[in-house]
T-cell receptor
């Protein structure tokens, strides 16, 4: 079993739709949960960052963490064509010497005008 | 403030050739990382450097070497390139005590 699993998509939605992106993980010791957005031929950039369980909202984006289910989600409201990108979930906080970060493989999202 | 920069942007090598990928950051971060990204595999850590003068292996270090030249620069060297090293390479940096990593634009490497 991979440490972090993520549906690779591709996911295609019409403009204005609500998008739900999800990751599951196997190591209950993870404490920090992140979502990165990666545009084509660019490096990943941090979108959302959450510590432990709960919700965090930033504009049209909401990140949810359910540690009991080992499940994290990113919701995008009123999706825009500019949201078309690959979304990578990432987790850390295992207390290793280099603060190991595990990335999911990414979900490719297309928002159609 | 350029953030994390990488050179070259794209490179084609023949099997057995060597090359060095360069990375520099201007954010005064202590930690720097090299990842490779392959389709369906996500980002996999090759090497990291927790501070100037220290380097350690990540998940997939075989076939690579690194040098932390100073606080700003962290280079990745392929001594004898193999087709399995065809990938997109990303450098990242992070400040101590903060989980966020900042990534460079990537180097696309094709080994024939």
């Amino acid at each position: 079993q991979k440490e972090v699993e993520q549906d690779p998509g591709p996911l295609s939605v019409p403009e204005g739709a609500i998008v739900s992106l999800n990751c599951t993980y196997s190591n209950s010791a993870f404490q920090y949960f992140m979502w990165y957005r990666q545009y084509s031929r660019k490096g990943p950039e941090l979108l959302m960052y959450t510590y432990s369980s709960g919700n965090k909202e930033d504009g049209r984006f909401t990140a949810q963490v359910d540690k009991s289910s080992k499940y994290i989600s990113l919701f995008i409201r009123d999706s825009q064509p500019s949201d078309s990108a690959t979304y990578l979930c990432a987790m850390s906080g295992l207390g290793t010497s280099y603060d190991k970060v595990i990335f999911g493989p990414g979900t490719s999202l297309s928002v159609i005008p | 403030n350029a953030g994390v920069t990488q050179t070259p942007k794209f490179q084609v090598l023949k099997t057995g050739q060597s090359m060095t990928l360069q990375c520099a950051q201007d954010m005064n971060h202590n930690s720097m990382y090299w990842y490779r990204q392959d389709p369906g595999m996500g980002l996999r850590l090759i090497y990291y450097s927790a501070s100037e003068g220290t380097t350690d292996k990540g998940e997939v270090p075989n076939g690579y070497n690194v040098s932390r030249l100073n606080k700003r620069e962290f280079s990745l060297r392929l001594e004898s390139a193999a087709p399995s090293q065809t990938s997109v390479y990303f450098c990242a940096s992070r400040q101590s005590g903060v989980e966020t990593q900042y990534f460079g634009p990537g180097t696309r490497l094709l080994v024939l």
